[in-house]
């Protein structure tokens, strides 16, 4: 079992900055994914972006040059640093942890840029 605590998020108007960070515990296997998805009101989970133990990236097309993932494998966490923020980047953000063929998610932390 994984559990997954997230901070930060919260209002910024566009063009401004904000870093998630999320924290796991429990039984964490030496490779594993972590990353954060989002969730707007009426659409579907997206991937926002992910990282692994080996420290490779993947982002959704949206966030490229403006959000950056990073990792600390010893503490178990995990961190969005988002800038030039979009209104429709406003989202519901949950952290996920891929490991041991389950996935694990955080309780969902609000994200919302105004123009």
């Known amino acids: 079992q994984v559990r997954l605590v997230e901070s930060g998020g919260g209002s910024v108007q566009a063009g401004g900055s904000l870093r998630l960070s999320c924290v796991a515990s429990?039984?964490?296997?030496?490779?594993?994914?972590m990353g954060w998805y989002r969730q707007s009101p009426g659409k579907q989970r997206e991937l926002v972006a992910l990282?692994?133990?080996?420290?490779?990236?993947n982002y959704v097309d949206s966030v490229k040059g403006r959000f950056t993932i990073s990792r600390d494998n010893a503490q178990n966490t995990v961190t969005l640093s988002m800038n030039s923020l979009k209104p429709e980047d406003t989202a519901v953000y949950y952290c996920?942890?891929?490991?041991?063929?389950?996935?694990?998610w955080g309780q969902g932390t609000q994200v919302t840029v105004s123009s």
């Open positions: 429990g039984t964490i296997f030496r490779r594993n994914v």
């Open positions: 996920y942890c891929g490991v041991g063929g389950g996935s694990y």
């Open positions: 990282i692994n133990t080996n420290l490779a990236t």
